[in-house]
């Protein structure tokens, strides 16, 4: 039954490419993320150093996801609204 979850989860986000549409809402996932990693700052600009805070390579975090797309992202955010706790332990580390 886990199996299945997941591979229905790989279905729908794998391949996802990020887009720039305001409409499809992949930067504002991308800002929330920020927000449950950091919710006591303020979000950065599209190109900032800070992302490399939550674990980007480079100064734009879009960059980082052509392989995946929003899958990254989706897995990220899922994992740190589930379980908090150890989310901010592994970021802190």
């Known amino acids: 039954a886990e199996m299945a979850v997941l591979q229905a989860f790989l279905d729908v ?3 996802v490419a990020f887009s720039e549409e305001d409409n499809i809402g992949h930067w504002d996932e991308i800002k929330a993320l920020w ?5 006591d700052r303020e979000i950065p600009g599209r190109k900032d150093e800070q992302w490399k805070l939550l674990g ?6 879009v960059s980082d996801l052509r392989g995946v797309g929003m899958l990254t ?16 332990l592994g970021r802190t580390r």
């Not at 927000?35 to 919710?39: C, V």
């Not at 980007?56 to 975090?61: A, N, T």
């Not at 992202?73 to 901010?88: G, I, K, T, W």
């Open 73 to 88: 992202v989706r897995m990220l955010s899922f994992y740190a609204r589930n379980y908090p706790a150890d989310f901010q």
């Open 35 to 39: 927000k449950l990693a950091f919710p």
């Open 56 to 61: 980007f390579q480079g100064q734009d975090p």
């Open 13 to 15: 986000h794998m391949g």
